[in-house]
């Protein structure tokens, strides 16, 4: 950010902000449409990944106070409560850009880097009670519980033109109100995902059962372990994660509204 990017144009700190509205160039939208600049952002997540990692091994046990101080701040910078951006200035309007896969990717990753910025504090040991040497299958075993398979659909273009639509209808009368937006389109994209914590069900759990059932009757999911995968990524209103779903196969008082919901898939 710091020099004149690949087009020519200076810093974008000294560029010149109109009526706090910065206009991209037709070959910026085309960066941003085409996934290179998304390409840029995973590439230098993965190289920060890579660099946290080797300034944590060089400097644990020698200067753990600092470290913690480190890691804090970067959190609560990550988590978007410094004002020290001056990139947050401004807005920027570009009705041909597709800004909603790149800001999906950016909020997964940071997510990600806050997890094992949190996990890297927890194992630290400021005042030396124990000797904590951190090791790359450490950190691997700490993502391997947080990495879990998610609902695969068979065709998932119906779901991505209505997900606002689903998204809505499931939040918050399913999903528990604070579930965002990011995780639920998580929920169903396939593969493996990182979740910190269980999505939360608030409905009845003969509704989540008769849900998922429906899901499968009319061809929306790709494989018959839904059940399985459901009762590894969600929980009930106490946090405890769902068991016997299989096994409940009374039809909901809302039945009619959840196929609608279905529907949209």
């Given at each position: 950010m710091g020099i004149s990017d690949r087009f020519g144009n200076p810093p974008f700190y000294k560029r010149k902000i109109v009526d706090e509205v910065y206009t991209l160039t037709k070959e910026e939208i085309s960066f941003v449409n085409n996934d290179k600049l998304a390409k840029e952002i995973d590439?230098?997540?993965?190289?920060?990944?890579?660099?946290?990692?080797?300034?944590?091994?060089?400097?644990?046990?020698k200067n753990d106070f600092d470290l913690v101080h480190t890691y804090a701040r970067c959190i609560y910078y990550l988590k978007g409560s410094l004002e020290v951006s001056p990139y947050k200035e401004g807005r920027i309007i570009a009705p041909s850009l597709d800004w909603n896969s790149l800001l999906?990717?950016?909020k997964r990753s940071t997510t990600e880097l806050i997890a094992e910025l949190d996990w890297r504090i927890s194992r630290l040991n400021p005042n030396n009670y124990l000797v904590c040497n951190l090791t790359d299958e450490e950190l691997k075993t700490f993502f391997d519980a947080i990495l879990a398979n998610t609902f695969r659909l068979y065709d998932s273009k119906s779901f991505v033109a209505n997900f606002d639509k689903i998204s809505q209808k499931l939040i918050p009368n399913y999903f528990h109100k604070d579930t965002t937006a990011e995780d639920l389109f998580k929920l169903f994209k396939g593969g493996l995902q990182i979740f910190a914590n269980p999505l939360i069900?608030?409905?009845?759990?003969?509704?989540?059962?008769?849900f998922l059932r429906q899901l499968?009757?009319?061809?929306k999911l790709l494989k018959h372990t839904y059940f399985q995968t459901a009762e590894k990524l969600l929980s009930n209103n106490n946090g405890e994660l769902f068991s016997g779903l299989k096994n409940n196969k009374?039809?909901?008082a809302n039945a009619i509204e959840i196929d609608a919901i279905v529907d949209l898939f």
């Open positions: 590439y230098l997540f993965e190289r920060f990944h890579l660099e946290l990692r080797k300034s944590h091994l060089f400097f644990v046990n999906m990717r950016v069900w608030v409905g009845a759990t003969n509704s989540l059962s008769y499968n009757a009319k061809e009374s039809v909901p």
